[in-house]
């Protein structure tokens, strides 16, 4: 013991530790796999470290739904499909905005004009006149027919006569225009106009 007690030195007991550590990790080495050495496909999920796959290697559709995300698909409870926006009832979308189906009796503008902007109020914000544009584009590509004698516009043109409005009228299917003037005695058949709502 006294012999070997002698040969105990620092050096002689760092080195050993170095062997030891040395060769422990050349066989920690030896028993891991690396990347090459496994086939492609050839792993399950329970082969693989938590959080080691990127987006382009999962199957989205095989995904359920994150649960702190299940209202996700919803906005303040409401569901896609009632976001979307739609006619009311009566009417049918051409240029962005929803046409009345039916035409109104005869009025003048200014009554007509009041007919419209109080329509389902206070449900929506109401309606309004037709511009030339949107009437003639219904009357285009809709089944909507022009009522006899013409339909008002929302376009207006100074008279002649003090305090007195020209409204102009498509007068035919073609687009064909007059005018008339803001007077119930001259009134017009009308419709109304209303932006889609969800």
Known sequence: MRRIRGKFTYANVVATLA????????????????????RNNSLTYRDLKRDTLGGSRIKESRLGTVKRARNALKLDGLTAQRLLLKCPAGTLPTSDVCVEVAARPPAGYSTAEGICSRAETPRTPGRRLPSYAELRTALNYTE?????GGELTNHIYPNNEPNQLNVLVITSDGGSVGLTQDNDAFGKAFRCVADPLN
Do not use: M, Q
């Open 19 to 38: 062997l030891f550590i040395a060769l422990g990790g050349s066989s920690y080495a030896a028993l891991s796999i690396g990347g090459r050495d496994v």
């Open 144 to 148: 909507i027919s022009l009522a006899p």
